[in-house]
């Protein structure tokens, strides 16, 4: 399934490693909801990417976004995770299923080494509006070429200053 600009995202409701949950419906925020689906405690690519968004958690903040990590990973990993990485105040989601991870439109790999678990997501970047529809989407089908932290701030900064409409929902 894809999923397309100007429509509601699929449900999402998952378990926090710290406690709490993560419902995508309840998100209020001024401007988006970054979703940040990551490969799991496996990835070096991820530990660096999940870094550098939460080293700039307050620039996200500032723009009225509310941000989530999230990963099929279980809770232990999902918590090795967030504190071997040292995330901070960004969310980490863990336990999304097959059905879910189809149901966002991401690519799923099964494990090729030893310390990967035996089915997890690749990695994607979803800008949800605070209506739950869809504004922009960045799905891989590999670990790489990820939208820089810094663009990303700046096209939130762009699009909510222009009040840019979404684009790609022909």
């Known amino acids: 399934m894809t999923v397309t600009p100007t429509q509601a995202v699929p449900p999402l409701d998952l378990p926090l490693s710290v406690g709490g949950r993560f419902t995508i419906a309840a998100q209020r925020p001024q401007s988006f909801t970054v979703v940040v689906f990551y490969r ?11 870094q550098q968004l939460a080293a700039r958690w307050q620039d996200f903040t500032a723009l009225g976004c509310k941000l989530v990590a999230v990963s099929c990973d279980d809770a232990d990993r999902a918590e090795r995770s967030r504190a ?5 105040d960004l969310p980490v989601a863990y336990g999304l299923t097959e059905e879910d991870a189809r149901a966002w439109g991401l690519y ?9 678990p035996p089915l997890f997501c690749e990695p994607a970047l979803f800008l949800v509006r605070p209506d739950g529809t869809l504004y922009m989407a960045s799905v891989a089908s590999m670990p790489f070429a990820r939208p ?3 663009e990303v701030l700046s096209a939130i900064r762009f699009v909510t200053e222009k009040d840019y409409p979404p684009r790609g929902d022909a």
């Not at 990835?43 to 999940?50: E, G, N």
């Not at 799923?108 to 990967?116: G, V």
């Open 40 to 50: 799991g405690l496996h990835c070096p690519i991820c530990k660096t990417y999940l």
């Open 108 to 116: 799923l790999s099964r494990a090729i080494k030893d310390d990967e």
């Open 148 to 150: 820089p932290v810094d």
């Open 84 to 88: 071997d990485w040292q995330l901070g």
